[in-house]
């Protein structure tokens, strides 16, 4: 409870505590607000730009599976032909 603080009267902590904080954080909140936006969106475009990577990436390997199965599919049936003659 801040009245059972008698040493200081209320106004006074308040002004104590005042005059030292506000100040530099009302200086610095614009810069460190901007840059923040700024690394966000720079880690967003990142994301982004990753997500299009690895979308790619598993859209090759996909291709590359397909690719193979087809391979093997038509390397059975030569096999199987081979075999019987």
Known sequence: RSSDLCPL????????TGESL?????RRSRPETTSIRAQILL???YRSESRCRSSRRLAAVKEDAMTSQYNLRGAKGKESAHQEE
């Open 9 to 16: 009267e209320q106004g006074e902590s308040l002004r104590l």
């Open 22 to 26: 506000p100040r530099r954080t009302v």
């Open 43 to 45: 880690n967003l475009g």
